[in-house]
DNA sequence: TGAATATAGCATCGGACCGGTACGATTTCA
DNA sequence: TGAAATCGTACCGGTCCGATGCTATATTCA
């Protein structure tokens, strides 16, 4: 399917909100309603991000979410792992799936190339950075293609 | 979930077979067999590819595919469109996704970047070929690697 | 101290889509 | 004519995402 889940999708938004206020504590509620997203499945995604210590949880009242690491050093492999499990681009890429080993006649032809588009794929999703996602409101994404072009 | 179906991969194993005989007709139960591939599910694979262009069918007793385009000018892009639908990373990089257009507030502060980043890895698709995937046996894979590589 | 706020954890449910199967029709060759 | 092989379509089950609900826990504030 080569797409990212829509849990990623609010991922990303709400980890450039916080990159974007800094270390001002901000509410799930508060993320949800500025950019219309439904409050419970951002909590779920920004629970996720705590278990894996991207953000960091006030609880309470007043409590809420904290970007723990810095933006230029977020990957975006990084964030898709946290959310959705790691990057399996084909069976034979990762060991087993599931517990499941390839039925396929191994070593398949294409075994050794797929791998090596894999590692391509993820040295891609290594340069691209939280810092290349926030502070891109309007049109000025300029600085943005120009850290992720090379 | 950023992974290739599995057709994707029953189709990549069966063009590169075809482009390794050349021009020979070859029967899908052969490659079938050849690789430990369900037959059914070769010939989804295969007819689509066929509606597409991209193997020519033969009919009949003693028929079967054969390569219709270059092995250097099938991108894995093009294969990957051809089996599964054209690549959404996210749902604002295509205009809409199934007809259901983006509820979040628009535009979400993550658009534009995220364009960029369907652009590159569109760009990495299109890289690379067939022809990288195919005459790679068992370990000389140097050729594909080099040629995948930049 | 108590009420309000906000996250943590888990369990569940519905729906979409992939993976797989089945059947009949069509075409070609022996 | 019969066997071999593709073509088209339809169907079914399993898995996983998307979404919802509830309870427990921790913090703030009146
Ligand atoms: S698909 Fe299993 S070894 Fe390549
Ligand atoms: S997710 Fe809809 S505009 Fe970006």
Known sequence: ????TRK?????????????????????????????MPLPLLMN???KLN???????IRGARGGYVLAVSPEEFTLDA?????EGPVHLVRCTNADINGR????ANPCPIRK?????????????NRITVADFAYVEPEAAQSSAKAVAQ
């Open 8 to 36: 990623t999708e609010y991922a990303l938004i709400a980890v450039c909100h916080l990159a974007h206020v800094g270390q001002k504590v901000v509410s799930a509620r508060e993320i949800a309603e500025q950019h219309g």
């Open 1 to 4: 399917m080569l797409s990212l």
């Open 79 to 83: 964030l898709i792992e946290a959310v």
């Open 113 to 125: 190339s797929v791998r090596k588009v894999h590692e391509l794929l993820r040295e891609l999703l």
């Open 45 to 47: 995604v920004l629970k």
């Open 101 to 104: 080993k390839c039925t396929l």
């Open 51 to 57: 278990r894996t210590g991207h953000v960091r949880s």
